[in-house]
């Protein structure tokens, strides 16, 4: 494979700069651009050895730099690899990038590194994916679901599914295709309890597959109530700026404000509204109907209320409208007081928190109740593997071929009949690791990442 360049490290000033080269002649295009003081040659380094010098081009001193030596196939990518670190400019990391392309290297892809590292088998496809979720990674849940999976925690999992579905298939074949020999027929309670136990052990990995999305993706969460309640108040407590303008005439939030939040491990992708209430105002109206329709769409709603006075019709019709959804009751302006008729607001909720979101109290309370409705328990966590679409896609489909094999055993069929549906199960894991996979599927995986990686 040809030898790629890149500057591994963001396109930005920082402390330092990586720059990173990788493939066949790696070493010796870094030797014609770096001198060692230590006077031997980089091709003369041994692999994980490091050494200061200066980087140049065609002899014009550039920077002095670190060089780190990883020899194939001890390495990220299996081939032999050059890290240069440079002074974190941008000047200075393009001139050294701009050193090694003269030299003999291409210019690196999006992702090229990685996806080296698992064309040349260092990791499997759901590793790869995993690097990607530890770089984007947003929370300590996040991040730990991402180890799990750069583990290869889902490549064992599978591993074992595919090992006894092969183990059946070579049976069903042999019986199958050597009629003649005195090959003892699968019995088909042993195929059937073999699919179970694979059935069982596959939907294990896509069964938290959903809380997994929550954490990545946050919870699309609506802020909802009357006029004057605190929404924009709580919404800019929770994003931490003022986004929404706050002020005591009703009706000033119209459009959706939306940011997205952290809450401890949970992240919000959050919209403030127009308090929903009977205007005559044209463009407050159109704010409200849209206020009306989020709460359809939303995954979850903050209702707020406000504590300090007694409820009023607007709140009684809001509750209405809240009926079967997921949904926490905000009683606000604790600071001002709450009134006893609140009881009648609260008896409608399951989840309710006591806040003053002009004084930012309580707040920690809210991050409870959503981890409670979400039932987000980090030790649950450990068992989410499945990190996007396209593996549990790929799980999926796996998992229909072998319920279809079971209702095949059942129905008495043709055993090269079940052959076919399991074989079809084993693909569907091979796609999942990257065993068995287009080069389309492949560049899409990669497409995400970003240059250096
Ligand atoms: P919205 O219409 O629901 O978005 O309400 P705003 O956030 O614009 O707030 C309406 C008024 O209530 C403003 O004057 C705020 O300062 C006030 N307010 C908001 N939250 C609190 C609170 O926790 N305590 C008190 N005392 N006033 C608050
Ligand atoms: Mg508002």
């Known amino acids: 494979m040809s030898t ?21 002649n790696a070493i010796e295009v870094a030797d014609k651009i770096f001198n060692p003081f230590h006077g031997k040659k980089v091709i003369e380094m041994e692999g994980y050895t490091c050494a200061y010098g200066i980087a140049n081009n065609d ?24 890290e240069i670190s440079c002074h974190g400019g941008l000047f200075v990391s393009r001139k050294i990038l701009r050193a090694a392309l003269k030299n003999g290297a291409t210019n690196a892809e999006a992702g090229e590194f990685t996806k080296r590292a698992f064309l040349n088998g260092k990791i499997d496809l759901t590793q790869a994916e995993a690097v ?17 999976l750069r583990g290869g925690a889902i490549f064992r999992k599978t591993e074992k599914c595919s090992e006894r579905l092969l183990k059946l298939l070579g049976g069903l074949a042999a019986w199958a295709d050597y009629p003649d020999e005195d090959i003892p027929e699968v019995e088909p309670d042993y195929i059937r309890s073999e699919l179970e136990v694979s059935a069982r052990e596959l939907f294990s990995l896509i069964e938290y597959y959903d809380d997994g999305r ?5 919870v699309q969460t609506v802020i909802v109530g009357r006029p004057n309640v605190g ?9 931490g700026c003022e986004r929404s303008i706050v002020t005591d005439i009703a009706g000033t939030t119209r459009d959706i404000v939306e940011e997205t939040v952290r809450l401890g491990d949970i992240v919000l992708r959050l919209s403030d509204t127009a308090g929903i209430h009977d ?31 007694p409820p009023t019709e607007d709140d009684f019709k809001l509750i ?85 094999a079971i209702a095949a055993v059942d129905s008495g069929e043709m055993l090269d009949a079940i052959n076919v549906v399991v074989d079809e199960a084993e693909q569907h894991l091979l796609e999942l690791t990257g065993e068995k996979i287009t080069d389309a599927v492949v560049d899409e995986v990669f497409s995400r990442f970003c240059v250096g990686k």
Do not use: W
């Open 4 to 24: 790629i360049a890149a500057i591994s490290t963001p396109n930005a000033v920082g402390g330092i700069a990586v720059i990173r080269i990788s493939g066949e």
């Open 59 to 82: 002899g014009e001193r550039i920077d002095d730099c670190i060089l780190t030596v990883f020899k194939a196939p001890h390495s990220y990518t299996g081939e032999d690899t050059v």
């Open 132 to 148: 990607m979720d530890i770089i984007s990674a947003k929370s300590d849940l996040e991040l730990k679901m991402a180890e799990n």
């Open 214 to 218: 929550i954490i990545r993706d946050g």
């Open 231 to 239: 929404k924009s108040t709580l919404f800019n407590c929770l994003s």
């Open 279 to 309: 205007t005559d105002d044209l463009i407050e109206n159109i704010g409200v109907e849209i206020a009306e329709k989020t709460i359809e769409s939303a995954e979850l709603i903050i209702a707020v209320f406000d504590g300090s006075c």
């Open 320 to 404: 209405k409208k809240l009926k079967n959804k997921k949904c926490i009751a905000v009683i606000n302006k604790l600071d001002a007081g709450t009134v006893p008729e609140f009881k009648k607001i609260e008896n409608n909720f399951i989840h309710k928190v006591y806040i003053s979101a002009k004084e930012n109290t309580g707040i920690n309370k809210l991050e409870s109740a959503i981890k409670e409705i979400f039932e987000i328990y980090p030790e649950n966590f450990s068992s989410v593997l499945v990190a996007n679409e396209r593996q549990k896609c790929c799980i999926e489909k796996a998992l229909n071929c072998i319920n279809e």
